[in-house]
Structures are given as C-alpha cells and as structure tokens.
Nanobody
Framework: QVQLVESGGGLVQAGGSLRLSCAAS????????MGWFRQAPGKEREFVAR????????YYADSVKERFAISRDSAKNTMYLQMNSLKPEDTAVYYC????????WGQGTQVTVSS
C-alpha cells in the first residue's frame, strides 16, 4: 500500500503563487508515476499534471501549461506542484495520486483563488 498526504493549499489572490506537496509513504518503491488532479464544486475531477518517477517526464493539462510546474524529490518520496499566475478558475480541491500496481489517492488540499 501507498499512503499520500497533500499539503500547501490555501487562499491566494489572483496572480499569486502556491506550492503544493504530496508526501508518499509505504511501498514507495513500487511507484512509477505520480500526478495531480483537481475537482471544483459541481465539476468532475480533472487531470492537472503528471510526472514519471524514474525519468521525470512531465505532462500538463492545456489549462495549466506555462503556469504550473510539477517536480519530484525521489529521495524524499515527495512530489510538488508549483502554481504561478493563479486564476479564480484554478479554485478546486487538489488531489495527488500515485500509480503502482494500483492507483492511490490522497485526501486532497483546498486551493482558493480570489479575484
């Protein structure tokens, strides 16, 4: 099993920045990729970004390209999401996930961007 804990959410004004963290524990050696998803009120959960654990290849949703950056620290088993130029439409609960034999999810962290 893999356990995931997100942190770093909060309230920020439009144009501001936040950095989310996702710390993994448990059977972390089985993880081959991690990612971020978000869910706004009344909407379905959507993909934000993904990173492969060994090679560090990254993928982004079009809506966050050029503004968000995903990274990982393999030694700390931690993934990050640097979010810049935040917009009110980025307001959502952000979830991290980890892919191994199964997909594991964290509990989520709230990001609120005020206009």
């Amino acid at each position: 099993q893999v356990q995931l804990v997100e942190s770093g959410g909060g309230l920020v004004q439009a144009g501001g920045s936040l950095r989310l963290s996702c710390a993994a524990s448990g059977r972390t050696s089985s993880i081959y990729a991690m990612g971020w998803f978000r869910q706004a009120p009344g909407k379905e959960r959507e993909f934000v970004a993904r990173i492969t654990w060994n090679g560090g290849s990254t993928y982004y949703a079009d809506s966050v390209k050029e503004r968000f950056a995903i990274s990982r620290d393999s030694a700390k088993n931690t993934m990050y999401l640097q979010m810049n130029s935040l917009k009110p439409e980025d307001t959502a609960v952000y979830y991290c996930n980890a892919d191994s034999a199964y997909t594991h999810w964290g509990q989520g962290t709230q990001v609120t961007v005020s206009s």
